[in-house]
Structures are given as C-alpha cells and as structure tokens.
C-alpha cells in the first residue's frame, strides 16, 4: 500500500474514484472497488426475450426474501418491477430544488401498475450532510453524490424489515445507454476531456496528471471509448452502490450486472435515437400502454445545494476559484473532497 494524497485527490476529482488499487490518502485507510463480474460468468443476451428469460431467473433464485427495489421514472427499474408484484418500491423524494414531477409521476404508474407498495425517501440537505461522512468513512475516500441518498433509501427500506434491494443500476453501461459518450467515435484528446469530471490542474495547487489512465486506451489519435466504458465507468459507478449499501449492512442485486450482449452494440441505432434498443423493447412489452421514456439520472440537486457555495478554502486547493465556472456536480466534488480532508486532518 502506498500514500499519497495528491494522486487521490486527482484521481477523485478526474473519475469520482480513486482509479489505482493500493494508493491512499492517509496512512491506515485502504479504498476498496467492486470488482467487474468475470467474463465467464456473465449470460450472453440476444433479444429482449432473453433479458427477460434471464433476468426472472435471478428473481426465481430470490423465492423467500422479502425484496424492496429502487424505483425511479427510468426504463431499468421499471422493468425489474414487473418481476417483483406486490412488493416494497422506494422512490426519492426531493425537499427543495427540483421535484421532478414527471420523473416521480412515473415511478408512481409503475408501482401502481404492478401492485407495488410505494415508499418515497425525502433528501434535502440535511439528510445529505448526516450520511456524507458515514460513506466517505466506510470508502476511506470522498464519494459520488449520489452515495448519502442510496444510505438513507437503504436504511429506510431496512427499518420495513426489508431483506435485499433491488436496483438497476448496470443496463445504461451493458446496453448502450450512455448515448452522449457513445455519440461518435472520438479524438484521444478530445474524450479524456468529455470524461474528466473535474479537471485537478483547475482546481488544486499540486494536482497529478491522469491522463495516464486515458492512454492505457489510445488508439493512434482516437480512443477505445467502449472498453475505457467497460473498465473504467463500471467500478467507478458500482463502486457507489457498493459501498453505500455496505454501510446500511443491506444486501443488494442488481440483476442486470451478469448479462453481456452477444452481439456488439449497435452504434448506428443508438446514435439515432435508440438508446438500449432491446431495453426500449423489454420495456414497451412490459408496459405496452405507455410510450418508452428517455434516460434519466439519478436526480440529486446539487445545482440547488451549492448556488451560493463560495468555494473551498483548504490550501491544497487554488485560491480564489471562480464557481461560477463549475456545475453543481463539481461543486459537489470539491466540497466533499474538502470536508473529508477536514475530518482526517483534525487535530
């Protein structure tokens, strides 16, 4: 194991994680990822039909448990709501900011749709700010925005005697959901700066270069953006559900994560208004009524949060930053980058 904060800390701010094992900010502390399922046990998929067939048998193995699923207004968890009739659904609410009505309205027509008894978890600041420090303690690292809510949904559904949550959180990387970094075929340069978060030579006095990461990946003056995709976004994003669920000791699956499709993705129909065209088609029998809806990210209203932040003070960072110049996700990584320093350097 090695220290060394200045890596970490770029590597946070670049990829919301700290990319390379065995590097730490402090002494004692050891950062974990999830590890990507092996090739050999993934289920090759076809068709719509054989994400179905594939998916209830993951749900078949689950006979007994009492389940609770996150649900949200997306194609994902809608569909792995179909398997679960009558079960617990936990919907985020959010207290201030945007409602997302349309998202929640959404969520609601699912549940309704098949018998599901409907929980909203109500984030606002203050629930944010009571889970930050427990996830950033358990990943001994600074966390993914969405981490404190995925705590408190899941210390919720805990309390209701739920056993295991279900979430879909794979099917955008597996199936082609990532449309805008999958709308063309990239320059090098030009996609390890659409990647990068947070650039650190913007925002820190003694940032590391990352671009080390991206050229593990370079193709002459192009990028192999679909297994950087694979490799990197992957452990970056699970890692979040990992650890988070971890903390509210709440067993989780996410029956999308062992599926592969058989067939290289279809670039052309996802470029064209087909985004996860065989979950567009899952979704469409599975909800005939209804027109598919168009991706949607976990809300977190960071824009509302940090509007009148007035940056960080620590001297590791730049004085005098221009927030204005920095969106709410990036605000975000800067104060939570900020506060985890603040509690590993008291004195």
């Known amino acids: 194991m090695s220290v060394d904060k200045n890596f970490c800390m770029s590597s946070y701010l670049a990829f919301r994680y700290i990319e390379r094992d065995g590097m730490d900010f402090y002494e004692g502390m050891r950062h974990s990822n999830i590890q990507p399922v092996p090739e050999n046990d993934k289920t090759l998929v076809k068709t719509a039909l054989e994400i179905d067939s594939s998916i209830q048998k993951v749900f078949d193995g689950l006979n007994g ?51 599901l008894k409907l929980h909203y978890v109500d984030i606002d600041w203050k629930i944010v700010e009571k889970n930050v420090d427990a996830v950033m303690k358990a990943k001994c690292a600074p966390v993914h925005s969405i981490e404190p809510q995925i705590l408190e949904a899941a210390l919720q559904a805990k309390s209701d005697g739920i056993e295991m949550i279900v979430v879909g959180e794979s099917s955008d990387l597996i199936f082609g959901g990532m449309d805008q970094l999958l709308a063309k075929d990239w320059d090098f340069d030009e996609f390890a700066k659409r990647y990068t978060f947070t650039e650190p030579e913007v925002v820190l006095n003694e940032p590391v270069d990352m671009y080390y990461l991206f050229e593990r990946y370079r193709q002459g003056e192009k990028i192999d953006f679909l297994k950087f995709m694979d490799d990197v976004f992957s452990v970056e994003s699970s890692s979040s559900y990992l650890n988070a669920f971890g903390v509210a000791n709440m067993p989780y699956i996410d029956p999308y994560a062992k599926l592969k499709m058989a067939d290289a993705l279809d670039l052309y129909r996802v470029r064209h208004g087909e985004p996860k065209y065989l979950i567009r088609e899952l979704f469409a029998k599975k909800y005939p009524e209804i027109p598919v ?47 985890f320093l603040n509690i590993n350097e008291k004195s």
Do not use: H
Not at 80 to 89: E, K, Q, T
Not at 301 to 327: A, H, N
Not at 334 to 339: F, I, Y
């Open 293 to 339: 809806p168009n991706k949607v990210p976990m809300p977190r209203p960071v824009d509302e949060y940090f509007k009148t932040w007035q940056g960080p003070t620590r001297p590791e960072f730049k004085k005098d930053l221009d927030m204005s110049k920095f969106t709410g996700n990036q605000k975000w990584q800067m104060w939570c980058l900020e506060r």
């Open 65 to 115: 448990k009492k389940l609770g699923i996150m649900l949200s207004g997306g194609m994902d968890s809608a569909i792995l709501a179909s398997y679960m009739r009558g079960a617990d659904a936990y919907t985020f609410r959010f207290l201030g900011g945007d409602l997302q009505k349309e998202e929640l309205s959404r969520a609601e027509y699912y549940a309704k749709y098949y018998d």
